[in-house]
């Protein structure tokens, strides 16, 4: 029969591991990342109890040793799309459902790469030696339990559940591991006797819908029993490509929120023609203290993948969004969709200095000539050597750090 091939696999500690790989002499050492809350804490200082979000003051009551940091959300950004590009040489077939996780079907690889354990030993031992960072797997014949193994293979294991032992596997586990419990649900279910997954799995589906609900009742008694029929949904072409910013207190000066405007349109621009992708509808949401939201959008006749274009619209999109408010922005978020290839691009007839908004002017082809370059230089001595806006120090939550500044839909 064979392994099943549904991977999971999950960076461990990933802020922390990232701050212990920069600075080689906080290895082995207890690390905190967050200044105010604890957005992350590597395995020493969690052996202490330390767990996020936690106030960082109680963090360093229960472990006085720890080492604070600011931490390096550019470079957690930058390591993130590496780790994914080995689990893309693994399978075709991967699903990002965060910074540090996805899951992988394998099927269609074996007969290349070998057993799915073997696939699964191969992209540790990948991520250990080409970027320096742990990783856990777990495989399974669900998403549910690949996840669950994954969890169980922490640190840096590796755990394959059999076909025909899943529920050997399953039912001793505390009902807190499965995906979607959390302490609330949990204490509900341990008024009720209910410790374990094998004890949920006794009780009648709907024997929890007054107080869980009839829905969540009955998904976790089918999870109980490992019936998961979601598949990994890969292969699927980014429906929109997106940044935001949190802004802490909020910002309320104009340049200061085109900064970072600028910002996100570089790191929007930069991940789109990596991708060799275009859009055009740019979607620019500002947050208020409340928190109360709004959008603006607009759909260019040409797609583009240009910085300038990107930021010069943004701009455009943000002073329509604030225009005759007085509260502060609390986060500015940008996302690029109606996204097309980038394979070839209509020029224009010099007939003026042109503009960036309009895909294949003279200005734009300027601009994206030094986008190219930047890319380039970037490409070859680092992210960071090159930077187009970012927020004001003053202004950035760090209770906001871990919303993720980028995404793909």
Request: charged share 25%; with cysteine.
């Amino acid at each position: 029969m064979g392994e099943p091939t549904i991977l999971h696999a999950d960076l461990d500690a990933f802020y922390a591991s990232v701050e212990q790989m920069l600075d080689p002499s906080l290895k082995g050492r207890p690390v905190l990342v967050g200044v105010g809350i604890v957005l992350a804490a590597s395995y020493e200082a969690r052996a202490h109890g330390v767990r996020s979000p936690m106030p960082t003051r109680d963090a360093l009551r229960l472990c006085p040793d720890a080492v604070v940091v600011h931490g390096h959300f550019e470079k957690y950004l930058d390591l993130s799309s590496q780790v994914m590009e080995v689990l893309e040489d693994a399978s075709p077939i991967i699903e990002q459902i965060s910074i540090d996780e996805a899951f992988l079907d394998v099927r269609g690889s074996t007969h290349l790469l070998g057993t799915p354990s073997t696939i699964a030993r191969c992209i540790r031992a990948r991520v250990a030696d080409e970027i320096g960072l742990p990783i856990s797997i777990g495989i399974a014949s669900t998403k549910f339990l690949a996840k669950i193994a994954s969890a169980r293979a922490k640190p840096g294991g590796l755990v394959v559940v059999p076909f025909g032992a899943e529920l050997d596997f399953l039912h001793p586990l505390p009902v807190e591991a499965m995906w979607g419990v959390g302490r609330v649900t949990a204490a509900n279910l341990h008024r009720y006797g209910i410790m374990t997954i094998g004890d949920l799995a006794a009780v009648p589906s709907g024997a929890f819908s007054s107080s869980l609900g009839p829905g969540a009742s009955g998904a976790l008694h089918a999870l109980s029993w490992n019936r998961d029929p979601r598949v990994v949904r890969g292969g699927r072409r980014a429906g929109s490509i997106g940044s935001q910013q949190a802004l802490g207190r909020g910002l309320t000066d104009p340049d200061e929120l085109a900064v970072v405007v600028l910002g996100l349109a570089d790191r929007i621009g930069r991940r789109a023609r990596k991708k060799g992708r275009s859009g055009s509808t740019l979607t620019l949401r500002a947050r208020f203290p409340g928190p109360r939201v709004l959008s603006r959008s607009h759909t260019l006749s040409s797609p583009t993948s240009s910085t300038a274009a990107l930021a010069e619209l943004g701009g455009a999109l943000l002073r329509r969004a604030i225009e005759g408010e007085s509260e502060p922005v609390t986060l500015v978020g940008m996302s690029l969709s109606n996204l097309s290839t980038d394979d070839y691009l209509q020029l224009e007839l010099e007939i003026d200095a042109g503009d960036v908004l309009r895909a294949g002017s003279t200005l734009d082809l300027k601009r994206r000539a030094l986008d190219v370059s930047v890319d380039e230089i970037r490409e070859r001595f680092g992210r960071d050597l090159l930077k187009l806006g970012s927020a004001p120090e003053r202004g950035v939550a760090p209770e906001e750090f871990r919303r993720l500044a980028e995404h793909s839909d």
